[in-house]
Nanobody, 129 residues
Framework: QVQLVESGGGLVQAGGSLRLSCTAS????????MGWFRQAPGKVREFVAC????????SYADSVKGRFTISRDNAKNTVYLQMNSLKPEDTAVYYC??????????????????????WGQGTQVTVSS
């Protein structure tokens, strides 16, 4: 298992930016593909973005393409989510997740919630109109 701690959430006006961070501990971070998910009140948790072991491959939900960027720094055991041009509909609790993927190839990415077995506690992002 790997322990995940998110930070960087907060309140921002529409059109603003935030950068979320997720720091991992407990296992070799570079063996894990990483993902960001979010859950708004009354809605199911949904995929936002994911990144491969080395960071060479990424994938995004259509709703955030062109606005959000996922990246990772394996030396710091941290994955980031840069969120620009935020909209009120981006308001949600954002979760970081990890899946061990060393045997799946360095370009392995997945947006399926069920593939992830390590989750952080979440960080609230609120975008006001």
């Amino acid at each position: 298992q790997v322990q995940l701690v998110e930070s960087g959430g907060g309140l921002v006006q529409a059109g603003g930016s935030l950068r979320l961070s997720c720091t991992a501990s407990g296992r070799t971070f570079s063996n894990f593909a990483m993902g960001w998910f979010r859950q708004a009140p009354g809605k199911v948790r949904e995929f936002v973005a994911c990144i491969s072991l080395s960071g060479g491959s990424t994938s995004y939900a259509d709703s955030v393409k062109g606005r959000f960027t996922i990246s990772r720094d394996n030396a710091k055991n941290t994955v980031y989510l840069q969120m620009n041009s935020l909209k009120p509909e981006d308001t949600a609790v954002y979760y970081c997740a990890a899946v061990r993927a060393r045997d799946s190839g360095t370009n392995y990415v997945t947006g399926r919630i069920s593939d992830y077995d390590n989750w952080g506690q979440g960080t609230q992002v609120t975008v006001s109109s």
